[in-house]
């Protein structure tokens, strides 16, 4: 019996042009009308509510599983699972790749410092930013990332990373490639157990649905794992089920014929 649903955001829940569509939403509320827990998971920070609403969902996880809150009707969001990079293990490796010359940035709650124009690179999603000094910097990071890295930027993070962070390069739409720095216990799959454990749920009993490399523990560890008919391959071949496309309705259908 599926008691908690998770879906990625891009490319899976939203449509090409970033909405849910009023299926969709239909469908999600049915879920939670029945005691279902619906939430969402992606490698989007504070950017993730303004193309999907708390008031559609029991929790959220945003950047990829550093933050897990509880949507609350009173007194905001609460937080019940968080994993950050102490800046003083950010900075250096700010640093490094700032002297590289590679386009560098370190995300907590809604601000992005970087050592380029964040609003311009993503001009649609209307982030807040600041341009940073990362030598001076002391503010702790849900995420570093950085645009399109090539396969030397790869390795030459991967080289420097202490073993609690780890690398992951995601898709950023069209062409473009976003390489994101994360928490070792900053995982989609760990941030879903937190909330599981939350609410008594057991691992088993979630329906996780995605589409990219950053979605595949969560595909694999929960008790169905879904991938989008547009998934990459990889995505594909670590889940149970493949349903339709994110611009087809693909979750709400699947939901609707096999939970619903």
């Known amino acids: 019996m599926i008691r908690m649903v998770v879906t ?8 090409s042009d970033k909405t849910i569509s009023s299926y969709t939403k239909n469908v999600l509320e049915k879920c939670r009308e029945k005691g279902i827990k619906v939430v969402y998971a992606t490698g989007r920070g504070a950017s993730a509510a303004r193309f999907a609403p708390d008031h559609f969902f029991d929790g959220m996880i945003t950047i990829n599983g550093a933050t897990a809150s509880v949507a609350s009707d009173e007194d905001g969001d609460t937080v019940i699972y968080r994993r950050l990079i102490p800046w003083q293990t950010a900075r250096p490796i700010l640093v490094a790749c700032h002297n590289r010359g590679m386009a560098i940035t370190s995300e907590n709650g809604s601000v992005h410092y970087a050592n380029f124009s964040v609003a311009e690179r993503w001009p649609s999603f209307h982030v807040e930013w600041e341009m940073a000094d990362f030598s001076r910097h002391e503010i702790d990071a849900e995420k570093i990332y950085t645009p399109n890295p090539t396969a030397e930027d790869k390795a030459f993070i991967e080289e420097m990373l202490p073993k609690d962070l780890y690398f992951v390069i995601t898709s950023d739409g069209g062409n473009s490639t976003l390489g994101q720095i994360m928490h070792r216990e900053a995982t989609k799959s760990q941030a879903i157990f937190a909330l599981a454990k939350f609410w008594g749920i057991h691992p088993r009993e979630i329906a996780a649905f995605g589409d990219d490399y950053n979605d595949k523990d969560m595909l694999e560890n929960c008790g169905i794992g ?21 611009d087809n309705d693909g979750v709400a259908k699947w939901l609707e014929g096999n939970v619903l």
């Open 226 to 246: 879904v991938a989008m008919g547009n998934a990459i391959e990889e995505i594909k071949k670590a889940a149970v089920y493949v349903c339709g496309t994110n």
């Open 8 to 15: 990625d955001l891009d490319g899976t829940l939203l449509t």
